[in-house]
């Protein structure tokens, strides 16, 4: 009974918080992640769901507001340039990730924003369909690769130590003495620390110990 109730306790305190005005002071990025808010892309305060502000405006007090006009000073510099050798400029000159669909654009020139169906891929406004996953400049790829695995236009991964990309997942290819020496093995060949609900050492199965029992050893006793 007492190792129910603790199991109770842990799977509680486990479960996430709903994000909301009573748990989040700045805004909500799901429905269990609270952000502070104060980003551009994430804006927003007392729990309400984050706004993203567009490139021609800031996140100010918690809310979107156009970007201030620079001045120039007493001498009139001329049209703002933009400079950015990596990326597209926003609308004060800074330079913009040039990944995204509310910044896109070519090296030095201004962004622009893509259409609701689209995506940005190296600086060009493109279909949004990607069946593979993004690389860091928004480029499509197959999502196959163990150094770029991803699928459904997700972000792409590089698998780890002993795993590969299957179907677009990085999966372990194998679990054991050599790679779990202090631990058990998963059916999906992970290695697991041992523990009442994964108990063994070497490499060796996992095990689920009873209620009334603890794992000592790599052994339910």
């Not at 020496?181 to 063994?200: E, H, W």
């Amino acid at each position: 009974m007492r190792w129910s109730l603790w199991f109770l306790v842990v799977w509680l305190c486990a479960c996430p918080r709903l994000c909301n005005r009573s748990t989040c002071d700045g805004c909500c990025a799901s429905e269990t992640e609270c952000v502070e808010g104060t980003a551009r892309l994430e804006c927003g305060i007392n729990g309400e769901v984050c706004t993203r502000c567009t490139s021609q405006e800031r996140c100010a007090a918690a809310r979107c507001e156009a970007l201030p006009v620079v001045d120039a000073g007493v001498t009139d510099a001329g049209p703002l340039q933009c400079t950015c050798v990596m990326s597209c400029c926003n609308a004060d000159g800074s330079c913009a990730p040039n990944n995204g669909i509310d910044a896109c654009g070519p090296v030095r020139a201004f962004c622009g924003v893509c259409q609701a169906d689209q995506r940005c891929e190296r600086g060009t406004c493109v279909a949004g369909a990607c069946s593979g996953c993004l690389d860091p400049l928004g480029a499509c790829r197959s999502g196959t690769s163990d150094t770029t695995c991803g699928s459904d236009g997700g972000v792409c991964i590089a698998c780890g130590t002993d795993q590969a990309c299957q179907a677009g997942r990085c999966v372990f290819t194998r679990c054991d003495l050599t790679n779990c020496r202090f631990g058990c093995c998963q059916p999906d060949k992970v290695c697991m620390a041992s523990s009442a609900m994964a108990c063994g050492l070497g490499g060796e199965p996992c095990a689920v110990c009873a209620s009334t029992q603890q794992c000592l050893g790599g052994t339910c006793q």
